[in-house]
DNA sequence: TTGTAGGCGTTATCAC
DNA sequence: GTGATAACGCCTACAA
């Protein structure tokens, strides 16, 4: 048995496809006698309404921005800060009537070129009905923002970027680096070591990262800033990707390679909180004994007395949302305020 | 300037469309050399690859499952139980490389007749381009259920259905109730207050329900457990939707109103958390004074040390993922154990 | 107020 | 290995 469609339904009652339509879309565009004998109708025959797939490719629009959120979807879930963004994004869009669509990034198979690589990534991106994309904590050159680029599809990155035709809502990671360097060597440190995500599962060995390794990184402007910051050795080490769990392994390697610095940034919130939670366990105090920073200024930072460098997130995710459905579309960056908060967890470095 | 698609590609190379497709989807369908030449010429003059929407069209398949959360969106997003549950979700449908589409439920324009209202509620999940579709702390009968039935779209649901063509994943309501019902009667507590949620904003000022009100809560059966095992009064507040805020509210109503039961049991945890901040800042102590219990076991339920009941969350939504994705798609019902977990919440009652 | 017709971009089928 | 063609389901000029 075939699918109802408008066809079937139009045969039904004797009317043409396009009455059909006009009742569901147009209601002025024909007597609400006939238009209620045609719900009527659709109600009794089971037609179910316009389907998407149809409507989407005839109108050119699906009605859903595209969230690329990091590496690994379920990963975000457990991020503070995407579920901020999250939050103000969803406080906008939702007005609208707007769906959100999550969509992960396939790692390519492994051993084919880049190329294909870059192809397999974005599979999700491609095949996903979306006016708009976003792109959180991935870097602005991203296989899929060229691809929504390509496609012609608004796109607004959360990074600065120099060119005019792009759109973005960004903070200023450089000077956000630098605020926390200040503020360090102020107090007197001058060997700091620096927790960043990298792409391996949380928890991994933990590890020390040369300076090559660090153009990979999302916030290697944040490090900028730190290294212009602090006059002395700024040493960076991970422990997998943005964790609790990373931040803790990090810092137990710290302590296991006899490197301790006499302060800790955490180029995260998530991972700062896992450097208090490993000092804790190691009998060290905090800010005592090592001082620790972090960044963003996620609620759980407050909660912990955290110094870290604030910034509005879910204003964020909602300018990020604005940009997203605006029907105008014209290129334009958002550039949000920073602050230093200044908690319980930085002291004068321990001689 | 038109618009690259596969017709235009196919025009530059001199080959056929088709065969243009079948360099992206089926690659083993022509000569290497040829698919390279179009992948090359594609690049050259901007072609992005096959269009969503056109697929879909064609292929019948979206490639993205529909999560339908709560009444509002950005709501959920501050619900760690969802949170979880969408972890648990992300975690088994990013390895197909399916998509996650998050769909608000747009309120009906005030006055319209209730098939109207249901109509414009579910404009969302019409529009929206999904393989299936999941609904979660929403009666399973909601409208949006019967749209995706009647789209023929897999539905999976979260609580017990009769009808043995639905599948769903869930735990025993009722029973869950009767557990902690019974925890606290053996307790010796004859008179408890339960928070639920309701549809208002979050610290609404705070009232009590009637019993022909309850049955438009999404945790019925909860309550109903609850009263078959509590030998005395049952008191149903709200102080809003679900949040910390609405189980504060609402237990500040209760000593408001000097209804301050002996055991206060809020349907989510989070609401119970909401009662214990209440509690504290009134200088009741918990248990001594009041004993308080939750649902769900949330992760900071372990860290209040709340007593409440576990259900495996995050397996939860692995389930309903693998369900949403199961091509073969027959109905199938998965009942997941839930085990009362006391902790340090729950004394006996004080007389 | 209603009907006709064309096409949105893709891919499966079936020839060649 | 490659090409022509016909849908998929819908909406919107435009014509009646």
Redesign the interface.
Known sequence: MA?ITVKTLAAALGVSPATVSNAYNRPDQLSPQLRERILATAEEI?Y??????????RM?R???V?VLLTE???Y???DPFA??F??GL??V??EH????????V?RGAPGSSPAEADESQV??V?????DALTILSLPADHPAAT?AR???MRLVTTSVSNDPESSWVAIDDFGAGVMVGEHLASLGHRDIAVLVETNQPAGSPGWRLDAAELSFLDYAARVAGLRKAVPGQVLIVSGGHNSIESGATATTWLLDHDQLPTAIVGLSDVLALGALQALANCRLRTPANVSVCGFDDIPAAKAADLTTVHQPIRDKGQHVGRLLIDPASRPRQVLLPISLVTRATTAPARR
């Open positions: 699918r089971g179910p309404g316009p389907d998407a797939a149809g409507r989407t490719l050119g699906a009605e859903a595209g690994r979807l379920s975000a879930f457990s579920i901020e999250l939050t969803s406080e869009v939702e009537g707007i769906s959100i669509v999550l969509m992960p396939s599979t999700a491609r095949n996903a009905n979306i691809l390509a496609r012609g």
